[in-house]
C-alpha cells in the first residue's frame, strides 16, 4: 500500500508540472499575441478579482505562481502610472507642480531639542573649557595609543595596525595582561593624549574604549561590520604618511558635539592635502560609520574616490566623566537598554580592564 501510495503522489506532482508548464506557455503566448493559444483574450478581473489573496491558495506551486502574476501586474501597473505622470508634467512645462518631497527615517524624525546652535553663547563657552579646549586652541599636539583586550587573535591585531597607519603619530602596544587603570597613569606620564582599547569576542572586534587622557572623557563604542583592506573590493593603494583631512558629518547635538569633538583630537590641526587622504566619520540615526579614503581629481569637475580601509561601525554605549573606571565611574550618558543587554555591556567592560 506505501507504494501505490508513493506512486500516486509522483504522479500527483507530474500533473502538477505538467499543468505549471501549460500555464507558462499559455502566459508566453499571452505575452507574445496577447491571446491564449486557442485565441481568446484573457480577462484581467478573472485573473485577479477583487479581494484576492494569495495566502488563501493551499497548493505551495500554485501560490508561487499567482504571487509572481500579481508581482508582474503591480509591476506593471506602477510603471505606467509613472509614464503617465511624466507625460503630464511634460505637457504641462513650467506650470507642472514640484516633484513631491519622498519621505526618509531621517526627514520624517521628531526634531530633537538638543541639536547645538554653533552661534550660541554657552555652547562657546563650554568648548572653551572642556577637556579638549587645549588641543583646539593648539597647545597640544595629538599622541595616541593604540591597544587590544587580553589575548587578542590575529583579526583584532590587523584592524590595531591599520588603524595606526590612519591615525597619525599612534602607536600600537600590547596589553600582556596589563589592567587598564595601570596603563592609563603610563600613558599619561608619557605624554599620551588619547588611549584607544579594542575589544574582541570570538576572535571578533566588537568594541572599542576610546579615553581622552588626562581628563577624561571616556566613550565605550560597540563595534560592528568590521571590514579590513583586503576584504574591501576595488580598494585603491595603501595609504601614505601625510596627515589626512578628516570629516564629521551630524555630530548636530549636545552629546554628538562631544564625541565629535572626541574624533576630531584624535587628529593634527593641519592636514596635508598633498596626500589627499580624507576619514570621515559619518553620524546617521546613532551610528557612526567609519570610512577612509583617497580622492583623485578626474577633471575640473570630476572626481573619483578609492576607499583604503579599514571600515567599521560605531554606536555609542556610553560616555564617562573621567578616564576609565567600570566600577565607581560617574557617567554623562548611558544607551537605555534591557537587563540582559546592560548586563553584556558591563561584561565587555569587565573584559577590557
Known sequence: MAKAGEKSGGSGNKGLKRKAATEERQEAAVAEHGTTESGVQPSKAAAFPPGFSVSEIKNKQRRHLMFSRWKQQQRKEKLAAKKKLKKEREALGDKAPPKPIPKTIDNQRVYDETIVDPNDEEVAYDEATDEFASYFNRQTSPKILITTSDRPHGRTVRLCEQLSTVIPNSHVYYRRGLALKKIIPQCISRDFTDLIVINEDRKIPNGLILSHLPNGPTAHFKMSSVHLRKEIKRRGKDPTEHIPEIILNNFTTRLGHS??????????HNPQFIGRQVATFHNQRDYIFFRFHRYIFKSEKKVGIQELGPRFTLKLRSLQKGTFDSKYGEYEWVHKVCAYSMK????????ME
Open 344 to 351: 553584556s555591556h558591563l561584561d565587555n567592560f569587565k573584559r
Open 259 to 268: 564625541v565629535g569633538r572626541m574624533f576630531a583630537s584624535l587628529f593634527p
